[in-house]
């Protein structure tokens, strides 16, 4: 398994501002994934974070607004742009151990409200 | 339209009771995984079930894969306060495909 920190793991912002969440992992993993769910809630993906490449974004996210950095196998960032109180959600990072069909280990999630 | 409906979408029970929750798709799955989130936290792997037709138990929980792999079930039996949560069915492939989720609350 792996062990997964997220910071922060809750935040009340000002809207405009930026916030940028990080996620790092107790072990190397090369895929690492962002999602966004309102509580109660299913999830949605964000984007998948590859180290060494550029991320790749599913529909309606794009990287002006969630821009995401992934330096290494162990560490990666999502930043929430410009944000509005429709950004108010549970945003979470997970990571894929090895292969396809494995189980994802997620993060605790960051808590997020816009005011 | 979401790959994979759950149903119900929330559930309310006493404690004791039993109850199913339905993950079903048009699609046909090579596995499906359950996964428990509870308030605050991410969600955790509960079983991932590859063959049609295969039940598979975790204590008070019993998970059956349809035999045509485009539906899964899971049964709990006497629901405890603890079983409360957010429970998730997903789909492993490039990227993950979660269920809509189906919202439990066992009450004391």
């Known amino acids: 398994s792996a062990v997964i920190s997220q910071k922060p793991s809750r935040d009340i912002c000002q809207r405009g501002t930026s916030l940028t969440i990080q996620c790092q992992v107790d072990?190397?993993?090369?895929?690492m994934f962002w999602y966004r769910q309102q509580p109660g809630q299913s999830l949605t993906l964000i984007a998948t974070?590859?180290?060494?490449?550029?991320?790749?974004?599913e529909s309606g996210f794009v990287i002006d607004k969630f821009p995401i950095s992934r330096p290494n196998l162990t560490f990666s960032t999502l930043t929430v742009s410009n944000m509005s109180p429709e950004d108010s959600s549970i945003y979470l990072c997970?990571?894929?151990?090895?292969?396809?069909?494995?189980?994802?280990?997620f993060g605790d999630g960051t808590r997020l409200s816009i005011l | 339209t979401q790959l994979l409906e759950q149903s119900p979408q929330f559930l309310s029970i006493q404690e004791g009771e039993n109850l199913t929750v339905y993950c079903n798709s048009s699609?046909?799955?090579?596995?499906l995984q359950w996964y428990r989130q509870e308030p605050g936290e991410g969600p955790v792997l509960l079983v991932t079930?590859?063959?049609?037709?295969e039940v598979k138990k975790l204590k008070r929980l019993t998970f059956q894969f349809g035999d045509a792999r485009k539906d899964s079930s899971l049964h709990i039996t006497a629901a405890q306060p603890g079983d409360t949560g957010l429970y998730l069915c997903?789909?492993?492939?490039?990227?993950?495909?979660f269920g809509s989720g189906t919202k439990l609350n066992v009450k004391p």
């Open positions: 072990s190397q993993v090369t895929m």
């Open positions: 997970s990571v894929e151990l090895t292969g396809k069909g494995q189980p994802q280990h």
């Open positions: 974070a590859n180290q060494g490449s550029e991320a790749t974004y």
């Open positions: 699609s046909v799955f090579s596995s």
């Open positions: 079930v590859v063959t049609g037709g």
């Open positions: 997903a789909f492993p492939f490039n990227k993950f495909y």
